[in-house]
């Protein structure tokens, strides 16, 4: 079973604790923008095989969103971190990249 540990709370919950959000980090649009990009930004998303950077709300606990760096593979957490982070934090970057050289990025 996957578990994740809420960095607003500090608890270590289950998945079944846990509402999932998708994607991670994507850029959004709005008024103004072009229908192709705010098509792009409603339904198309990575689905990789492999390292996935998403957005996870601890529904079950403090009710806050924050954003988790797994494997959709093995289901290895590499680290999670506040939904307000532009980026992964260096440690989990560094966490990720120890296991996955060849891992690109978050885009």
Same mark, same amino acid.
């Given at each position: 079973?996957? #578990?994740? /540990?809420?960095? !607003?709370?500090?608890?270590?919950?289950?998945? #079944?604790?846990?509402?999932?959000?998708?994607?991670?980090?994507?850029?959004?649009?709005?008024?103004?923008?072009? %229908? %192709? %990009?705010? #098509?792009? $930004?409603?339904? %198309?998303?990575?689905?990789?095989?492999?390292?996935?950077?998403?957005?996870? =709300?601890?529904? $079950?606990? !403090?009710?806050?969103?924050?954003?988790?760096?797994?494997? /959709?593979? /093995?289901?290895?957490?590499?680290?999670? $971190?506040?939904?307000? /982070? =532009?980026?992964?934090?260096?440690?989990?970057?560094?966490?990720?990249?120890?296991?996955?050289?060849?891992?690109?990025?978050?885009?």
């Amino acid at each position: 079973m996957l #578990t994740l /540990t809420c960095p !607003c709370c500090g608890v270590a919950a289950e998945e #079944t604790e846990l509402a999932p959000g998708g994607q991670a980090h994507l850029r959004r649009f709005g008024p103004g923008s072009s %229908d %192709d %990009d705010f #098509t792009a $930004y409603l339904f %198309d998303r990575a689905n990789p095989r492999g390292v996935h950077l998403e957005r996870w =709300r601890h529904a $079950y606990g !403090c009710g806050k969103w924050f954003l988790a760096a797994r494997s /959709t593979v /093995t289901l290895e957490v590499f680290g999670t $971190y506040p939904a307000q /982070t =532009r980026e992964p934090p260096a440690d989990v970057v560094a966490r990720i990249r120890q296991r996955h050289p060849e891992w690109e990025g978050s885009r």
